[in-house]
């Protein structure tokens, strides 16, 4: 399960998912994305916790088989068209599954939980449908 002393699992998801973003953006200095994400609520930065840079880390560096992987469960909405957001919920939630780290069914609504707050109004429906085909796909020993 991921928890942290300083942070619950819900805040690791958010900050991996805002480094995750900045990542897929375009910022290819790790160590200034991992050291300022920006809180538009309260106009200042936060430094996220070590389990979060390490987790985005992590799937930051396989993102490329994770989006190939993604990309085959969504033919019709290949990853560059899907929204930054989106596209980097359901990394993380595949990363979630895949390792272990997390019982598939937490993951999945987990992450329509976030799509559902961060995203667009048909995202959570396009994050379940995603996810469920995965899960779908893992259980039939892909």
Known sequence: MMTSKNTNSRELREQTIQLLCQFDAGNKDVALITETPFDEE??????????????AKEI???????????ESLTPEWPIHRQPLLDRNILRLARHEIITGITP???????????????????????????????????????
Request: aromatic share 4%; proline share 3%; hydrophobic share 40%.
């Open 104 to 142: 598939p069914v937490v993951a999945i609504d987990e992450a329509i939980e976030l799509a559902r707050i961060f995203s667009t109004e048909k995202s959570s429906a396009f994050v379940n449908g995603v996810l469920d085909n995965l899960l779908h796909q893992s259980s039939e020993g892909l």
């Open 60 to 70: 930051w560096d396989d993102h490329i088989a994770a989006d190939a992987h993604i």
């Open 42 to 55: 309260s106009s200042t930065t936060k430094e996220p916790c070590q389990n979060a840079k390490k987790l």
